[in-house]
Every structure is written in C-alpha cells, then in structure tokens.
C-alpha cells in the first residue's frame, strides 16, 4: 500500500504549513499566558507567606503580651507587702522608736501573709485580726494592747491600728 503525496500538491502544503504555524503560534501564546499566570501566582504567594508571617510574628508579641499581663495579675492578686500604722500613738505619748519597734513587731508577726492570695487572706482576716489584738507590747515602762481599727486587704495588706494601755 502506498501513501498519497501530499506533498506535491499545493493546497495541502499551505493546509500543513499553516497547521504548523498555527500550533508554533498557540504554543507561544499558551507559554506567554502559563508564564503570566504563574507569575501571578507566584507573587500572590510571595504575599501570602509574608502576610502569614507577620500574622505568626504578631500572635506571638500578642501571646507574650498576655502572657505578660497573666504574669502581672497573678502578681496583683497577690499580697505584695505590710504596712502597719499606728493611729493614736502621740495620745499616749509614745516614743518614736517605741513606735516603729511596735509597728516592726506586728509587720514580723503578720508577715506570713506576705505572696498569699486576696481571697485566703480575706478568709483568714477574723484569725489576723485576733493574733494582732491578743498580743502585748511593751515600751516606755508600760504596757500596751494594741485594737484593729481597719483592715485593708488588697496587694498592700494595710492594717490601722488603736492602741492602749493594757489591763
């Protein structure tokens, strides 16, 4: 069998020829565009992973943030310090450093309660209280029994206290 020659006649010459052009053509034209989209793409991602990454950078200067924030309200709920005072301490004529060695007695005493929570603390107040008041001090020859005027619970415990001679 023999196969007809197509390639003498002009007709299907053009007819091949332009088959060929056509598919160089498309081809070009289908690479231009493949390349255009895909350098679309390609910066979308670029986009993508740099918007993702200042995401993840941001989540954690947020998550060091709270965890900041945690670690300072932790440290606010917590009884940071003791401040005694004595209010009436001039109406017996007490000396100054009779004052501070009563009000240093009484910080010692309490300072237990020192990097414990509100709320135990708040629980605990009618005991504080009581170990306060049971207590004697002395100073000036004299001895002296101390009333809880005011009780402040919060980071500072604050305790204002009345004094008087003993009986």
Request: net charge positive; hydrophobic share 35%; charged share 30%.
């Amino acid at each position: 069998m023999r196969i007809p020659p197509y390639h003498k006649k002009p007709s299907w010459e053009r007819f091949f020829a332009g088959m060929i052009f056509g598919a160089i053509v498309t081809w070009f034209f289908f690479l231009f565009t493949y390349g255009t989209f895909q350098q679309k793409q390609v910066t979308l991602i670029k986009e993508q992973r740099e918007h993702i990454s200042d995401l993840n950078e941001q989540i954690k200067l947020f998550q060091n943030d709270l965890y900041k924030l945690n670690e300072d309200n932790k440290r606010k709920l917590l009884i940071q310090s003791v401040e005694v005072n004595l209010i009436n301490a001039e109406q017996y004529r007490i000396s100054q450093p009779d004052r501070l060695a009563i009000e240093e007695e009484i910080k010692d005493q309490i300072s237990e309660v020192i990097t414990k929570d509100i709320e135990s603390v708040y629980q605990t107040k009618e005991i504080l209280k009581r170990s306060i008041e049971n207590k004697r001090f002395k100073g000036d020859g004299h001895d002296y029994q101390v009333k809880v005027e005011e009780l402040i619970i919060y980071t500072r415990l604050s305790v204002q206290l009345r004094i008087s001679f003993a009986k």
